[in-house]
């Protein structure tokens, strides 16, 4: 019965591999978002869908490409992995996209790019 | 861009000593979260601000406003191991960027028996 899910939880690879993160919530929320978080314990919004709508996106790579099949899911694919990608990624997911919402966060994705 | 700075960025206190986080935006706040993270977890929402001076209060945890929307600060009388964590200030933007939150630079506590 967890509200927001992230698979993996930890992810070791290589310097050029591609991987995918993916995030489910069952809160019924209409906006979901990816957070990376490095570190330093800095929190930086990288993307937000609304009802399957992208919404924001940051100044992020575009070797980052996020995908919504539906407003319950929200998965992230990294192309062409670097070591600057090491964080720890977190999805998130709020009622609907205004100021006011409180985010409710996953457990978050432990990547390390070797 | 919209930034939100929290000082200190670290804090080691003894158990039952006082703490306190600052919170300070570039922007005007038309409210101001704030949310734990454990060690090793996620952050987790505490409580929301919304009118200029508002304080509310959690138990040990103290939550203030400032008058003209711009700061905010979390007072934590007598702390416990429990308190351990990061504490993070959020807020979205009046003027634009309403649909996001920006997240401060966040303050580590660290309780020591």
């Known amino acids: 019965d967890t509200a927001v899910s992230q698979t993996p939880k930890y992810l070791v690879t290589q310097m050029g591999n591609d991987k995918s993160i993916k995030c489910e919530q069952n809160?019924?929320?209409?906006?979901m978002y990816w957070y990376k978080q490095d570190s330093k314990k800095f929190l930086k919004i990288m993307f937000s869908?609304?009802?399957?709508?992208?919404?924001i996106n940051e100044t992020v790579p575009n070797r980052f490409s996020p995908k919504s099949p539906d407003k319950a899911h929200l998965n992230l694919h990294i192309n062409s992995l670097e070591l600057g990608d090491s964080a720890v990624y977190f999805c998130a997911s709020s009622r609907t996209s205004g100021g006011l919402e409180t985010q409710y966060f996953g457990p978050g994705t432990r990547l390390l790019v070797l | 861009g919209q930034q939100v700075m929290q000082i200190p960025q670290y804090q080691h206190v003894q158990e039952g000593e006082d703490f306190t986080t600052y919170c300070n935006s570039s922007?005007?706040?038309?409210?101001i979260q704030w949310y734990k993270q454990r060690p090793g977890g996620h952050p987790v929402f505490l409580i929301q601000l919304v009118k200029s001076g508002e304080v509310k209060k959690q138990k040990r945890l103290t939550f203030q406003f400032g008058e003209a929307k711009k700061n905010s600060s979390l007072h934590i009388t007598a702390t416990q191991t429990t308190d351990v964590g990061t504490y993070f200030c959020?807020?979205?933007?009046?003027?634009?960027?309403?649909?996001?939150?920006?997240f401060g630079t966040g303050t580590q506590l660290k309780v020591e028996l």
């Open positions: 922007t005007t706040l038309s409210n």
């Open positions: 809160l019924g929320h209409d906006t």
């Open positions: 869908y609304n009802n399957k709508e992208l919404i």
């Open positions: 959020a807020g979205p933007g009046i003027t634009g960027g309403g649909n996001k939150l920006t």
